[in-house]
């Protein structure tokens, strides 16, 4: 897949919220993964696919999404980004949230080998 059809995948399996099949049919086993903020001590960078499988399994155990808004893909050569509406409550917490933020990925021989997210300023 090209680019374009690496982003359109992502845009379509993401406003279905099927995360996991969007990491394993797109991501490079050698995905890197950058936070806007490091979770609980950690770093906001995860290498390689199985931690990405992690904070996948950690979003969906830990958050109930009401609605997920995705726009996009806005395209140039082997980017592209997407933008996130999240409306999410903590399960924990009870905290319910609005996340706001875009998605920057690199793409090379059809994969995706770089992921960062930028969160909207308040």
Do not use: C
């Amino acid at each position: 897949m090209n680019t374009e059809e690496v982003a359109k995948k992502v845009v379509e399996l993401t406003r279905k919220q099927a995360w996991k099949e969007a990491i394993e049919s797109l991501y490079s086993k050698d995905i890197v993964s950058v936070e806007a903020r490091a979770m609980e001590g950690g770093s906001p960078e995860s290498r390689g696919i199985e931690a990405v499988r992690g904070k996948t399994d950690w979003w969906v155990n830990n958050m109930d999404v009401h609605s997920a808004k995705v726009s996009g893909p806005f395209v140039a050569h082997d980017r592209f980004v997407v933008q996130y509406d999240i409306d999410a409550t903590d399960k924990n917490s009870k905290k319910r949230m609005q996340m706001s933020e875009v998605g920057v990925y690199t793409v090379k021989d059809g994969k995706i080998v770089r992921e960062e997210f930028l969160p909207l300023a308040e």
